[in-house]
């Protein structure tokens, strides 16, 4: 009875109008918008072509899902060291950045593949026995190593200007503990906004390329696709790229279910069953694969806009839809994407330097809510030797291991030998659903749907 209650409300909320529900999407868009186009900034990617492929990204998930969900997906922080990994190994033969970011486009593709995969396993078998090989002592450590390997490029970028990273990080963390409603879900944006704002003002911005952009263009060019790389390949560095990028996609599906768990509680639906945990993953890696072949970063769902749900107390999907259009037709506008290219560094760094610290903490909470034993000598070698491989390989003289044919990054070997130990070895007591880490991951540095909650 409650669920039918629940689905007459949100047929309700279709009679607020075209004005009310425009309005809705505007906020929708303004909550994932900092976070999506940072990750671009970050990585060098096409800001453009990003926003394209997260509204495009969010309706084909949506049509996936038979228009149930109401999930937004924008740009995944969880393949930044992914894309720098093989940015890094490109570097080494030769390659400038440009050159080596559509290889880890492809790498990003067959992680958004295996997306169908596991989809395919949990409809044959179910979560749980599926992801017992996927345990919190294998993907804590993974999500914390993924923090730490970035940090290195956030101080870099702060050491432009200390007092532009350190203005970012103070609006980040204020908005972030004591703001109230929206503002508490877009933290980043506002750091962004803030810092920008005021390196421009000391006169640190160049907006040369912004006054010298089109107002309208294409989102992106065949040389920054992952097709570009088909005309003369390098098959090692092709190789290197899929083994690095791969294993990580094992910690963002589980993000993903922890984010389809928060839609659900948030608007008392169970989505897991209906439309299904299967369909909603393939949305997800649909619109990774789909995101990365044209040169933008992986995606994934979005936890401020379930905050934005919680807030408005709208959960008609077709909210996140309008957005999902706005999105668009941003992408379509050169210069508005030459304004976020001529971001300082060090509002870049400032932010980051919050974020990657998040991406650790995220693994760290992970662990705890888990309760994973750490008086056990099998979780303290798997967890030992993952940490140490991810940090040490990445800040070790080779930067990767180099088999021949092909080099390793360090994620990608820690999150094989984590992957492969926790298998082999004996003691697996894992069962999904059973601590409250399995359906509370996010990514981004907000305050968790609950808190949202218990504060209204």
């Known amino acids: 009875m409650a669920q039918v209650q629940k689905e007459q409300a949100i047929y309700d909320a279709r009679k607020l109008g075209k004005g009310k529900m425009t309005i809705l999407g505007l906020q929708h868009l303004f909550a994932m918008f900092g976070a999506t186009v940072l990750v671009p900034v970050i990585t060098g990617l096409s800001v453009s072509s990003t926003l394209l492929f997260a509204g495009l990204g969010t309706l084909l998930f949506h049509f996936l899902t038979k228009m149930k969900v109401p999930a937004f997906l924008g740009s995944s922080f969880a393949f930044l060291g992914g894309y720098a990994a093989v940015a890094q190994m490109g570097a080494d033969k030769g390659f400038d950045l440009a050159t080596s970011l559509p290889y880890a486009c492809i790498g990003v593709f067959c992680a958004g593949l295996l997306y169908f995969v596991l989809a395919g396993f949990f409809a044959a078998f179910g979560a749980r026995k599926v992801l017992r090989f996927f345990p919190p002592i294998v993907t804590g450590p993974i999500i914390i190593a993924i923090g730490l390997t970035l940090s290195g ?45 005021v390196a421009a003002c000391f006169g640190q911005v160049d907006f040369t390329p912004v006054k010298d952009a089109a107002w309208v263009g294409l989102p992106f060019q065949w040389k920054d696709t992952a097709f570009a790389v088909l005309q003369n390949p390098d098959w090692g560095l092709v190789i290197a790229a899929i083994i690095a990028i791969l294993p990580i996609s094992l910690a963002t599906m589980v993000e993903h279910i922890g984010d389809m768990c928060a839609i659900s509680s948030t608007t008392e639906i169970n989505y897991l069953e209906d439309p299904g945990l ?53 992408s379509f506008c050169p210069k508005f994407a030459a304004l976020i290219g001529a971001m300082p560094a060090a509002t870049i760094g400032g932010v980051s330097l919050v974020l990657y610290g998040m991406i650790s903490a995220v693994g760290v909470r992970n662990i705890v809510e888990n309760q ?11 967890a030992a030797l993952i940490l140490v491989l991810a940090i040490g390989i990445k800040y070790g003289a080779n930067d990767a291991i180099d088999l021949g044919f092909t080099k390793l990054s360090g994620l990608a070997v820690a999150a094989l030998v984590g992957i492969f130990l926790n298998a082999l070895l004996p ?26 909650a218990k504060e209204e």
């Not at 702060?158 to 609006?171: G, H, T, Y």
């Not at 994973?372 to 798997?382: K, Q």
């Open 153 to 197: 490029s956030a101080i870099q970028n702060c050491a432009q200007n200390w007092w532009i990273a350190i203005l970012a990080v103070a609006i980040v963390v204020n908005c972030n503990i004591w703001g109230k409603k929206m503002v508490q879900i877009v933290p980043i944006l506002l750091g962004v906004v803030g810092s920008y704002a």
């Open 372 to 382: 994973v034993d750490f008086t056990s000598s099998r979780n303290l070698i798997i």
């Open 427 to 452: 003691g697996n007591d894992y069962v999904f659903g059973k601590g409250q880490g399995d359906t509370a991951m996010s990514f981004t540095p907000r305050k968790s749907v609950d808190e949202v």
């Open 278 to 330: 299967h369909r909603t993953l393939m949305g997800d890696g649909l619109a990774t694969a789909l995101a990365s072949l044209f040169g933008a970063p992986a995606n994934t769902t979005y936890g401020e806009n379930t905050g934005v749900l919680n807030i408005t107390k709208v959960f008609d999907p077709r909210v996140i839809r309008i957005a999902a259009i706005f999105a668009i037709i941003l």
